[in-house]
């Protein structure tokens, strides 16, 4: 492919490019704000200064070329792109809800909770203690800390919660409030919940094939301040942000990640894809604009899954004087330029990403109570891990799966 066809690609996959009522082709300036006519048949021809005095191909006729392959389906069909005047009533595509299955989750889902969530605890072992007084043991400080946050109740009032799971046998003693929260204080917690999260994936890992990554912030009660020339001081809320990747079709979240809340988002995609490959076979991975990099398609490719993850506008075909990471970068970037609907009904799955943000923050709130830094890191986790448990609760009902958690400690 030499430079004008490379121009051409671009040109196509980024412009507004259509046939006029004439017959005639329209294609934008790609260096000012003009356009070109261009006239297709045996002997194509357009208006630009390039084909003036080359009387060849310029990349504006390469760019109607590309589009009208992308028209030409397989059985040699044409699709013909016409103007109408059509008055006609459409009906928003809907999808069904199994109520069933749906209400009988929702109803039984408080106790349900409480017995998957004892048997993730149970085999935690916590190291042992030589002196002091004896500690609550950590199964049962998890298992406090994950239900209070599953209650979205302030730590006094989820007492008389925690006295019913006592009752139940789920804990022995009824811990202080305050030893709740000073067992998320524990930096050493934040490991142990990551791999609660991801054993409680693992229920669903033969649904779930296709997988979307995102990121997302959860409000404090802590600001930060900023200054301004214009505007002077301004207040805002600090943030922790959160890294996952999650399947698109239960939203059970497979691997996270906590940063600090200016981090970027695509260094944090290889380690993503890689936890989650190690428990499920993936097939695609889903993302936005902001992870487009080879490194990212590299790691895909990698698992031997294809990654859907949309280019910038400004995207440009990379040589391949650089090694073998620019192959996937240019292989993907003709299949996005050259079968766009394909790529995009492909693409679109990733908005269940914001879905899973939405039913976290939705179900178990938006923001931390959590004063410090490490508390609100092992806070977040214990939101993601209450989203899991719930997923699992409700493919319990509408896929008939039985869930064995307890083996891994």
Not at 105 to 117: I, P, V, Y
Request: hydrophobic share 35%.
């Amino acid at each position: 492919m030499d430079a004008r066809q490379q121009r051409g690609l671009e040109l196509a996959a980024k412009s507004r490019i259509y046939k006029k009522d004439d017959g005639t082709w329209s294609v934008p300036s790609q260096v000012g704000k003009g356009r070109y006519v261009i006239e297709m048949g045996e002997q194509p021809h357009c208006s630009c200064p390039d084909y003036e005095s080359r009387e060849a191909k310029c990349k504006h006729i390469f760019a109607v070329e590309y589009v009208l392959e992308r028209e030409r389906h397989e059985d040699g069909s044409e699709t013909v792109t016409e103007t109408l005047t059509v008055t006609e009533t459409v009906q928003r595509k809907t999808y069904p809800q199994n109520w069933t299955a749906y209400n009988a989750a929702q109803t039984t889902e408080k106790a349900e909770f409480q017995r998957l969530l004892f048997a993730l605890c149970a085999n935690v072992k916590a190291p042992e203690q030589t002196n002091g007084r004896p500690r609550v043991p950590l199964s049962e400080a998890l298992f406090s800390a994950v239900f209070k946050v599953y209650s979205t109740v302030s730590g006094r009032r989820f007492m008389s919660d925690l006295t019913d799971a006592q009752g139940k046998g789920y804990i022995q003693k009824v811990p202080h409030f305050n030893t709740i929260f000073n067992y998320l204080e524990m930096p050493q917690l934040k490991s142990v919940l990551t791999g609660l999260i991801v054993e409680s994936s693992l229920p669903l890992a033969s649904v779930d094939t296709d997988f979307a990554v995102d990121s997302t912030g959860f409000g404090s009660n802590r600001f930060t301040t900023w200054y301004e020339t214009k505007y002077g001081s301004v207040n805002q809320h600090d943030w922790v942000k959160t890294h996952i990747c999650c399947g698109v079709k239960t939203n059970v979240v497979t691997a996270v990640e906590i940063s600090e809340r200016n981090s970027h988002d695509a260094p944090f995609f290889p380690q993503l894809v890689r936890a989650t490959a190690e428990n499920f076979d993936i097939q695609k991975v889903l993302a936005d604009k902001g992870y487009t990099s080879s490194r990212n398609l590299q790691a895909v490719e990698e698992i031997g899954a294809v990654p859907y993850i949309a280019f910038r506008r400004n995207t440009k075909l990379v040589s391949d004087h650089r090694g073998g990471m620019n192959h996937i970068w240019n292989r993907m970037y003709h299949y996005y330029s050259l079968n766009r609907e394909e790529f995009l009904a492909n693409y679109h799955k990733r908005s269940n990403v914001e879905s899973t943000f939405m039913a976290i923050k939705a179900k178990f709130g938006d923001a931390v109570r959590s004063k410090t830094p490490v508390a609100q890191a092992n806070e977040v986790l214990c939101k993601v891990l209450c989203h899991n448990i719930c997923c699992v609760i409700q493919s319990m009902h509408e896929l008939g799966i039985e869930p064995e958690f307890g083996k891994v400690a």
